[in-house]
């Protein structure tokens, strides 16, 4: 049986289980107990779990980078700069705010946004995550095109995506050392 977890109940039909933050979070209607859902996706939590354990144990030999507001904007603007002209697109406002689920966003407006957590990433990772958003001005979908287009430029772009699955948990676990 899963032992750590949080619940949260919402006013919805459906719910969901997540592990955005690494750890298992239950979001559930009103009124509803958490033991039906944890016996019948025990095994889905349980490679879930390992799969993050895993990419924690993988993290160790990552470090952080500790970028201060006014570096991290300007790469960010460098970065930018170099891959529009490669995508021969505009980007119309770039907005940069903490996101507790993704690293990036770009809307329909072609408005960036962009996860304040990148700043303490490398370089090459911050590149590809520009590149994984402009991407999408060509493919808005995560399709067969789409990472045809990825692969292009990155080759390579299933080790960045579990390089960036490896940060992700490594920053959520430095979070939460210090709150």
Do not use: C
Request: proline fraction near 2%; aromatic fraction near 14%; glycine fraction near 0%.
């Amino acid at each position: 049986m899963v032992n750590d977890y949080q619940i949260f109940y919402r006013k919805i039909k459906h719910p969901r289980l997540e592990f955005k933050t690494g750890k298992l979070h239950l979001i559930l209607p009103e009124n509803t107990s958490p033991e039906f859902f944890l016996v019948k996706y025990k095994n889905w939590i349980e490679r879930k779990q390992a799969l993050i354990n895993d990419m924690l144990l993988k993290s160790k030999d990552k470090k952080l980078v500790n970028r201060s507001d006014d570096e991290f904007k300007k790469l960010i603007y460098d970065l930018l700069k170099i891959n529009t002209q490669y995508y021969n697109v505009k980007i119309n406002k770039v907005f940069f705010r903490k996101m507790r689920t993704k690293w990036a966003s770009l809307s329909h407006n072609k408005n960036l946004t962009l996860n304040t957590l990148l700043r303490y990433l490398p370089k090459y990772l911050i590149n590809y995550i520009i590149n994984h958003e402009l991407a999408h001005t060509i493919e808005k979908k995560h399709n067969n095109n789409f990472w045809r287009i990825i692969s292009k430029r990155f080759d390579n772009y299933n080790i960045l995506e579990e390089e960036l699955f490896k940060f992700w948990f490594l920053l959520q676990k430095h979070i939460s050392t210090i709150k």
